[in-house]
T-cell receptor
Framework: AQSVAQPEDQVNVAEGNPLTVKCTYSVSGNPYLFWYVQYPNRGLQFLLKYITGDNLVKGSYGFEAEFNKSQTSFHLKKPSALVSDSALYFCAVRDSGSTLGRLYFGRGTQLTVWP | EAQVTQNPRYLITVTGKKLTVTCSQNMNHEYMSWYRQDPGLGLRQIYYSMNVEVTDKGDVPEGYKVSRKEKRNFPLILESPSPNQTSLYFC?????????????FGNGTRLTVT
């Protein structure tokens, strides 16, 4: 069975500081991992994904994520946070048994960047 | 503009009164799906569709129906809504041929059942 865990419900960071939103995963087989962001009153938007290759994946809006197989983690990072990054972030893992690429989502982490 | 459109954005109804939430996408995507989002639970899949006339249950299908008569539309039907179906609902779509293609989401429908 596939699952992801986001251990922090909330992350608070000052503008200009680096941010990290944590995600750990549990899969049978190769992991295929995704990050989505949800701004207020909007649907989720795709940020980035790890399928294979480099452990550091770059995505939209200056975000990147580091895949760590030994720690079964896929943490989302940004070197310098902006107030506009404040949103709800979801980690997701693809169901390796699904031919359609079905995703399982974590519970979400609310990121607040204060000025 | 490529988008997934849901209507209505907000809906308040009473227990037992049938309702339909519409979803339409203009990207010619084969795959469409409905999720509900509840605090502390993240997103859970209700139903999905691989293509026209092909639908299947997700993780929480009880109390919901869907249909896929046209490629662009994927309505969610609550035949007899109950208060435990109060939630934020999202429709999403993606191409099927790329198993890792990203989902495109609508802006959500907030449903309250009293």
């Amino acid at each position: 069975a596939q699952s992801v865990a986001q251990p922090e419900d909330q992350v608070n960071v000052a503008e200009g500081n680096p941010l990290t939103v944590k995600c750990t995963y549990s899969v049978s087989g190769n992991p295929y991992l995704f990050w989505y962001v949800q701004y207020p009153n909007r649907g989720l938007q795709f940020l980035l994904k790890y399928i294979t290759g480099d452990n550091l994946v770059k995505g939209s809006y200056g975000f990147e994520a580091e895949f760590n197989k030994s720690q079964t983690s896929f943490h989302l990072k940004k070197p310098s946070a902006l107030v506009s990054d404040s949103a709800l972030y979801f980690c997701a893992v693809r169901d390796s048994g699904s031919t359609l690429g079905r995703l399982y989502f974590g519970r979400g982490t609310q990121l607040t960047v204060w000025p | 503009e490529a988008q997934v459109t849901q209507n209505p954005r907000y809906l308040i109804t009473v227990t037992g009164k049938k309702l339909t939430v519409t979803c339409s996408q203009n990207m010619n995507h084969e795959y469409m799906s409905w999720y509900r989002q509840d605090p502390g639970l993240g997103l859970r899949q209700i139903y999905y569709s691989m293509n026209v006339e092909v639908t299947d249950k997700g993780d929480v299908p009880e109390g919901y129906k869907v249909s896929r008569k046209e490629k662009r539309n994927f309505p969610l039907i609550l035949e007899s809504p109950s208060p435990n179906q109060t939630s934020l609902y999202f429709c999403a779509s993606k191409v099927s041929r790329d198993i890792n293609s990203p989902l495109h989401f609508g802006n959500g429908t907030r449903l309250t059942v009293t």
